[in-house]
Protein backbone atom coordinates (compact mmCIF):
# COMPACT_ATOMS: atom_id res chain seq x y z
CA UNK A 1 0.00 0.00 0.00
CA UNK A 2 1.58 3.50 -0.90
CA UNK A 3 2.53 5.58 1.96
CA UNK A 4 2.08 2.49 4.75
CA UNK A 5 5.06 2.14 6.98
CA UNK A 6 7.42 -0.33 5.93
CA UNK A 7 6.74 -4.08 7.98
CA UNK A 8 9.94 -4.59 10.17
CA UNK A 9 10.21 -8.46 10.89
CA UNK A 10 12.04 -10.06 13.11
CA UNK A 11 15.97 -9.82 11.58
CA UNK A 12 16.69 -13.67 10.60
CA UNK A 13 19.02 -15.66 13.07
CA UNK A 14 22.33 -16.32 11.99
CA UNK A 15 22.71 -20.11 10.96
CA UNK A 16 26.11 -20.28 13.34
CA UNK A 17 24.22 -18.84 16.34
CA UNK A 18 21.58 -21.63 16.01
CA UNK A 19 23.81 -24.58 15.33
CA UNK A 20 26.37 -23.20 18.64
CA UNK A 21 22.59 -22.49 20.33
CA UNK A 22 22.16 -26.03 19.99
CA UNK A 23 25.77 -27.46 20.95
CA UNK A 24 25.61 -25.36 24.03
CA UNK A 25 22.51 -26.68 24.99
CA UNK A 26 23.74 -30.34 24.26
CA UNK A 27 27.55 -29.68 25.91
CA UNK A 28 25.57 -28.78 29.39
CA UNK A 29 23.60 -31.39 29.36
CA UNK A 30 26.14 -33.88 29.02
CA UNK A 31 27.92 -31.59 31.61
CA UNK A 32 24.88 -31.66 34.22
CA UNK A 33 24.60 -35.67 33.42
CA UNK A 34 28.22 -36.36 34.44
CA UNK A 35 26.62 -34.99 38.41
CA UNK A 36 23.46 -36.49 37.74
CA UNK A 37 21.38 -33.89 37.19
CA UNK A 38 19.07 -33.27 34.94
CA UNK A 39 17.17 -29.99 33.55
CA UNK A 40 13.97 -31.58 31.06
CA UNK A 41 13.44 -27.73 29.93
CA UNK A 42 17.06 -27.29 29.15
CA UNK A 43 17.28 -26.48 25.24
CA UNK A 44 19.12 -24.35 22.30
CA UNK A 45 16.93 -20.73 22.85
CA UNK A 46 16.54 -18.31 20.07
CA UNK A 47 19.37 -16.17 19.34
CA UNK A 48 19.42 -12.46 19.59
CA UNK A 49 21.40 -11.52 16.91
CA UNK A 50 24.32 -13.25 16.72
CA UNK A 51 24.71 -14.74 20.19
CA UNK A 52 23.50 -17.73 20.97
CA UNK A 53 21.20 -18.22 23.98
CA UNK A 54 20.16 -21.65 26.21
CA UNK A 55 16.91 -21.83 27.82
CA UNK A 56 17.63 -23.42 31.32
CA UNK A 57 14.16 -23.57 32.00
CA UNK A 58 12.86 -24.85 35.59
CA UNK A 59 14.02 -27.47 38.06
CA UNK A 60 12.51 -28.96 41.03
CA UNK A 61 13.73 -28.15 44.59
CA UNK A 62 16.29 -31.46 44.59
CA UNK A 63 17.81 -30.40 41.45
CA UNK A 64 18.04 -27.03 42.74
CA UNK A 65 19.84 -28.08 45.76
CA UNK A 66 21.49 -30.59 44.01
CA UNK A 67 22.93 -27.63 41.75
CA UNK A 68 23.70 -25.61 44.66
CA UNK A 69 25.86 -27.98 46.09
CA UNK A 70 27.86 -28.98 43.16
CA UNK A 71 28.32 -24.80 42.22
CA UNK A 72 29.28 -23.97 46.41
CA UNK A 73 31.76 -27.27 46.35
CA UNK A 74 33.68 -26.36 42.96
CA UNK A 75 33.98 -22.48 44.16
CA UNK A 76 35.06 -23.94 47.48
CA UNK A 77 37.88 -26.14 45.57
CA UNK A 78 38.72 -22.94 43.71
CA UNK A 79 39.65 -20.34 46.42
CA UNK A 80 41.49 -23.77 48.92
CA UNK A 81 45.22 -22.94 48.60
CA UNK A 82 46.82 -25.92 46.48
Do not use: K, W
Not at 36 to 62: K, M, V
Amino acid sequence: MPGAPESRGAEPHPAGAVRESEELAANLRSALARHDITLPSLRPGFPIGSAPLIDLGRCNRETTLRLTMILNALADDRQSPA
